[in-house]
């Protein structure tokens, strides 16, 4: 007699197959959900700001070791000096509420405070360097990514989802492996004076900067970019005028001008204007989170331009740092984070989607009623 078979016995026959085909198609989405135009291009904005900064490092350090000038103060002084000649005098030709008078009329207070959190967030990490390690600067100068993350849970409402956090521990473990490349090469070499006050200067600093980027992603959405740069580049330059004659006139009396000198000032103006111009635009369209992320390459880019500069020694680590820094990165910015709304919206698609990253939201969705109701 012929053995009963599964399916006449009425057990439903396994489907090996069709869960194999189900993970497939979930993999074959994946490529298309991250590497959309939107997230490639805030990739390629991001890491033109790590090359600004990756300028003003370079600049810096050459000034530092070539030249014995140590002005982090005069170069931060020259560019609020350029934003405040470009986007200040901006406001001062606006009319009606946009105006400079009418906004330091209202807000004076506020933007006295973002320019004294944006002057010494450079300061005192510069000047950690002269007390503390190059790996402590590194890995405490990430501190300011998770306070920025409870800013913007607290301030501007941001709902993160689980990748998120894994993005940021990816992000962070790319740091790590950098750091370790470091120690391998040999660049650890100044022990410092004084390790723990350098290392309060670089975690205050850090927290400054997730102040400063938190103001600054908040004042860009919800008002101007000109405004934002325009009331820094007016408190920064006389914060920074101020500093600068109480702690760095003796240095700047010490240096013998050339015209190589100054060319390298102007460089790092020039760098440091364009970061400063560029960043609003990028934290528009995604957030000052992404940006912070983003920007960890700055430190590879530094040290790539080094090995023909300074004589750095290369790392295959230094590659593998950077290829799980960007994977980090295109993982924060593959998912958009949610805003929770104080009022319960009659359009869910706005709760759901919310501001953050909605520029790259918009082009992912398929449906039209949904963009009609956001924008």
């Not at 979930?26 to 700001?49: E, H, N, S």
């Amino acid at each position: 007699m012929e053995a009963e078979s599964p399916a006449s016995a009425g057990v439903p026959e396994p489907q090996p197959q069709g869960a194999a085909r189900t993970v497939g198609r979930l993999l074959r989405r994946v490529p298309g959900k991250i590497f959309t135009w939107d997230i490639l291009k805030t990739i390629a904005l991001g890491q033109m700001l790590s090359l600004c900064i990756c300028g003003t490092a370079i600049t810096s350090q050459y000034l530092a070791e070539k030249y014995r000038v140590n002005t982090p103060m005069l170069q931060s002084f020259i560019n609020y000096c350029l934003l405040f000649l470009v986007y200040t005098v901006m406001l001062a030709f606006r009319s009606g509420s946009e105006n400079l008078l009418e906004i330091l009329r209202r807000k004076w207070w506020k933007y006295i405070l973002l320019g004294l959190a944006d002057v010494e967030a450079n300061y005192l990490i510069v000047r950690a360097y002269q007390y503390t390690t190059l790996t402590s600067v590194q890995l405490l100068d990430c501190f300011g990514i998770p306070v920025l993350m409870a800013l913007s849970w607290f301030i501007l409402r941001a709902r993160y989802r689980v990748i998120h956090f894994i993005a940021v521990f990816v992000c962070l473990l790319g740091v790590g492996t950098m750091v370790g490349a470091d120690i391998l090469a040999g660049r650890e070499d100044n022990s410092g004076s004084d390790v723990l006050i350098g290392d309060i200067l670089v975690l205050l600093g850090a927290s400054l900067y997730a102040v400063s980027n938190v103001c600054e992603e908040y004042i860009v959405k919800k008002l101007s970019r000109q405004e934002f740069l325009g009331m820094v580049g007016l408190f920064g330059t006389i914060i920074s005028g101020i500093q600068l004659l109480i702690v760095e006139y003796k240095d700047i009396a010490r240096i013998h001008w050339d015209w190589k000198i100054a060319l390298l000032f102007v460089a790092f103006a020039l760098c440091m204007f364009c970061l400063y111009s560029f960043m609003p635009l990028v934290i528009k369209v995604t957030s000052a989170t992404s940006v912070n992320l983003g920007i960890l390459t700055a430190d590879l880019y530094s040290l790539f331009f080094g090995l023909f500069l300074f004589s750095y020694k290369f790392s295959g680590l230094y590659i593998l740092s950077f290829t799980i820094i960007m994977v980090g990165f295109i993982l924060y910015c593959s998912t958009p984070t949610r805003t929770a709304e104080l009022v319960e919206s009659s359009v869910p698609p706005v709760t759901s989607i919310g501001i953050d990253n909605l520029g790259l939201k918009l082009e992912e969705s398929g449906l039209p009623e949904t963009h009609s109701a956001v924008l």
